[in-house]
């Protein structure tokens, strides 16, 4: 539509309205530049009717605002610059936007089912975000156990992840027959720094107390990671049975038992740290084949306790300043067989501590592990009554000073417990090694070369005064003294009676001839 013009060439007066004004007017809604236009009134335009042109003036952008029910300030941001809009389906890079996935109504394409986390914009309350809906579904100003539990019981195995700080629960959170994956956020910080997600119990509980309890049936798994679960010297901090399949990076502390595991098989643990708990540090009744790796154990009760057992392996695991065992294994009905300790680490408190290892199982193995102790007199090993066929091979044994006994105990029944090439510490500084033995089983030092003035077995081995020590277990076993030659037992020489000098002389030099066999004589 072109507008009329008068076009009369009237330019009117200060007073009055002339024909080029109305031309002017006519002119500026018919497509025709002529002049800036300052609008300062209120200025309605309907939905729909508002169209901006492209540069050929051949197709518009039609503004269409919803159907909003009130009216709705739409504020500019203050530019620095010339800027483009963002809009919903357009491809667009966008740049120096600062946008928090928790914070925000915003669908994700997470791994994550749901986010935890303490709003700091809003009071600090702890909030569980539905990262598939962008929205917030529990919510609690102080108890962290609500939507702990609320992502635990709707997430049907998909992972949750709490974010770093500390999360406080007014009770214990219930991971029975569920499937559970919780993931917290990572210490970068080295391995002996707690984990950034931290659970505390912050109520009183009983010695009964089970703060984070996946003990139920089978085929129901819960996978644990960087987490730090702090207790209050009450009741058991993690508690399963089959239902963990892997924990990763999980710190524990402060608790009656740290971690209790029955009837559990199949389950791998990374990293596992700890300390400060009153009984046990970990408790395992009935595990087969759970393989630890890595970890430190340090400061409990006994740091780690096991029953019927069978093929439970750790992996250069420290096990540390415990106040009653370093590692107790209990036999049971004769179950606790066939574990096994790799470049495990075994070192007592300062004072006070006098047993290691304790161990009554069956065909448990500990291979280049090391035992080191400060004290002057202590037990470093000890194999109970129902002990059998255990083997200790190629461990080093280190003392703090040059007094340190250490003292290896066998109890009367225990049999074929083999302590089989192991080296006292290259500085030389245990003074005595101790054996309390029935008589049935075997010692050996030295396989591995020592530095050149380094005795390859201590100085003095004493012997208890009751059984004493078999050296040797059948004649054709090769025994050899002064670098000579190992050889078996000669055959039998009936005795001598009424034999000429002749006779007495051959008999004597065949006594000689024997002792230089052996290497007793030169």
């Given amino acids: 539509m072109v507008w009329k013009k008068v076009v009369n060439a009237d330019v009117g007066d200060a007073d009055h309205f002339g024909g080029n004004d109305i031309d002017k007017i006519s002119d500026s809604f018919s497509g025709v530049d002529v002049d800036d236009f300052d609008i300062n009134c209120d200025f309605k335009i309907r939905s729909g009717k508002l169209q901006q042109r492209n540069p050929a003036n051949t197709f518009s952008y039609i503004h269409t605002p919803a159907a909003i029910t009130a009216d709705r300030t739409l504020t500019y941001p203050l530019l620095t610059g010339t800027d483009t809009l963002v809009t919903q389906d357009f491809i667009q890079t966008l740049k120096n936007k600062t946008m928090d996935d928790a914070l925000n109504s915003i669908k ?15 009071s600090n309350i702890i909030k569980c975000r539905d990262n598939d809906l962008g929205t917030i579904v529990s919510s609690h100003a102080t108890d962290s156990k609500i939507p702990i539990q609320y992502a635990a019981d709707n997430a049907s195995g998909k992972p949750i992840f709490i974010r770093g700080g500390t999360y406080l629960l007014a009770s214990g959170l219930d991971f029975k027959d569920k499937y559970v994956n919780i993931h917290g956020e990572k210490s970068n910080e080295g391995h002996d720094t707690r984990q950034m997600t931290l659970l505390r119990k912050n109520y009183t509980a009983s010695a009964a107390d089970i703060f984070i309890d996946a003990f139920g049936s089978d085929f129901f798994y819960v996978n644990l990671r960087h987490l730090w679960v702090d207790g209050d010297d009450e009741g058991i901090g993690i508690k399963f049975a089959h239902t963990i399949r892997q924990m990763e990076d999980v710190d524990v ?11 559990n098989v199949y389950t791998n643990i990374f990293n596992l ?3 400060s708990c009153i009984d046990y540090g970990i408790k395992i009744i009935g595990g087969d084949t759970l393989k630890f790796y890595g970890g430190r154990m340090s400061g409990n009760g006994t740091n780690v306790y ?3 057992c069978e093929t439970t ?33 075994f070192e007592s408190a300062a004072a006070g501590f006098t047993n290691l290892l304790y161990d009554e199982g069956r ?5 280049k592990c090391k035992f080191n102790s400060p004290n002057t007199d202590f037990t470093a090993i000890h194999f109970g009554a129902a002990a059998r066929d255990n083997t200790i091979e190629q461990c080093q044994f280190k003392g703090n000073t040059s007094a340190t006994t250490f003292r290896v105990t066998v109890d009367s029944g225990a049999l074929r417990n083999r302590f089989l090439f192991n080296n006292v510490h290259t500085g030389g ?52 003294f002064f670098n000579k030659t190992p050889i078996a037992q000669k055959a039998a020489n009936a005795d001598t009676s009424g034999a000429s000098l002749a006779a007495l002389e051959t008999e004597v030099n065949e006594l000689k001839q024997l002792l230089r066999d052996y290497g007793l004589m030169a």
Avoid: W
């Avoid at 012997?463 to 054709?476: E, L, P, Q, Y």
């Fill in 363 to 367: 065909g448990n193995t500990y291979y």
């Fill in 273 to 275: 740290l700890i300390t």
């Fill in 108 to 122: 994700l394409h997470s791994a994550y089912k749901y986010t935890i986390f303490i709003d700091t914009n809003d």
């Fill in 306 to 308: 096991m029953e019927d």
């Fill in 429 to 480: 500084q245990i003074d005595t090694f101790t054996f309390l033995d029935n008589g049935t089983d075997t010692f050996s030092f030295g396989n591995a070369p020592l530095p050149s003035g380094v005795p390859s077995i201590p100085n003095r081995i004493s012997i208890d005064t009751n059984t004493g020590m078999k050296i040797g277990t059948s004649t054709t076993q090769k025994i050899g």
């Fill in 313 to 345: 392996v750790f992996f250069g695991t420290n096990f540390e300043h415990g106040n009653n065992y370093g590692v107790y294994i209990d036999n049971n009905v004769a179950n606790s067989n066939t574990n096994a300790f790799y470049s495990c680490e």
């Fill in 253 to 263: 502390s402060d608790f009656r038992t740290g971690v209790y595991i029955e009837n």
